[in-house]
């Protein structure tokens, strides 16, 4: 498997260098279409490859229009192929099978409510995607389950992502040619946050489930 996504992303690494912006915006669509590519290696990918060797204007221009833009309409297009998962499959899911997990679609709903009262969820979504080890795909996915509405979902995924990329694209051009070891050590810590999140998911079943029979002793 992992020689199967080493080979996937150098093929999608030899887009970046052919095609420019169209590149960068079809590598980072197909990296949140096909979840373990591991965005991290193709971010700092694009600073080592793009940017110049001193600060100047076009630096500045080739990071922002050439990079980081391509890229977060490229992420947050391709995100939605995740997100429609959550939103079409994640009712039926729970509906069918959330008495396993002590959770139904009722109290989603009323989470969906509690965050629709607030900007507490565009600030959690803006936050989550500017993170460079927090797990792209889970975010998509509970944004599709909770119904987060499209439109500012699409705005803060593209904002978020936007300074995720230039976080990354710019350790990128500082690290050179080490940056795949730099990538390595990024997606480890993405690793280590989806495992604290099934974690967390786990503890909350839990919770739930001890609850559920201390009302009903």
Do not use: C
């Not at 959770?103 to 607030?118: G, T």
């Amino acid at each position: 498997m992992s020689f199967l996504i080493e080979n996937i992303v150098n093929f999608l690494e030899s887009i970046l260098i052919n095609h420019g912006f169209w590149g960068v915006f079809f590598t980072f669509f197909i990296a949140q279409v096909i979840a373990p590519i591991p965005t991290e290696l193709l971010t700092l990918a694009t600073g080592f490859l793009f940017l110049g060797d001193f600060f100047s204007l076009d630096f500045f221009k080739i990071l922002v229009f050439s990079i980081s833009i391509p890229a977060a309409l490229g992420t947050t297009i391709g995100s939605l192929f995740v997100y429609y998962i959550g939103y079409f499959l994640g009712k039926p899911f729970l509906e069918k099978w959330g008495k396993f997990f002590n959770l139904s679609w009722r109290e989603v709903e009323k989470i969906q409510a509690k965050f629709e009262k607030s900007h507490m969820d565009e600030t959690a979504l803006f936050s989550l995607r500017v993170i460079p080890f927090f797990p792209m795909v889970s975010v998509s996915f509970v944004g599709g389950l909770i119904r987060f509405k499209l439109k500012p979902y699409l705005i803060f995924t593209f904002l978020g992502v936007f300074v995720r990329i230039i976080i990354l694209s710019f350790l990128g051009w500082q690290v050179g040619g080490f940056y795949k070891s730099y990538a390595a050590f990024f997606k480890g810590l993405e690793r280590i946050g989806l495992i604290l999140i099934l974690l967390l998911l786990a503890v909350f079943i839990l919770y739930r489930f001890k609850k559920r029979k201390q009302n009903e002793a």
